[in-house]
């Protein structure tokens, strides 16, 4: 997990959009950042990556994503 998350942050450092094989990456790295396991607990980055792994057909991606809308506070 620890290096899916060093590869997937080299690209959004250099400003280039990550494209992991499959959308279960994404999922990962969205629940990684909701969760703050291995990274600062960020719910923005944890949608951004959720909405990538929805992108790519991920139903725990669209899932989560869904559920994180949810329990957003306006």
Same mark, same amino acid.
């Given at each position: 997990?620890?290096?899916?998350? /060093? @590869? =997937? $942050?080299?690209? /959004?450092?250099? $400003?280039?959009?990550?494209? !992991? @094989?499959?959308? /279960? &990456? !994404?999922?990962?790295?969205?629940?990684? %950042?909701?969760? $703050?396991?291995?990274?600062?607990?960020? =719910?923005?980055?944890? +949608?951004?990556? %959720?909405? *990538?792994?929805?992108? $790519?057909?991920?139903?725990?991606?669209? *899932?989560?994503? +869904? &559920?994180?809308?949810?329990?957003? @506070?306006?």
């Amino acid at each position: 997990m620890k290096s899916c998350l /060093v @590869v =997937l $942050g080299l690209f /959004v450092a250099l $400003g280039q959009d990550a494209a !992991p @094989v499959t959308a /279960v &990456e !994404p999922y990962r790295l969205g629940r990684a %950042y909701q969760t $703050g396991k291995g990274v600062k607990k960020d =719910l923005a980055q944890a +949608e951004y990556w %959720y909405r *990538k792994s929805a992108a $790519g057909g991920d139903a725990r991606g669209r *899932k989560a994503l +869904e &559920e994180l809308e949810q329990r957003r @506070v306006w």
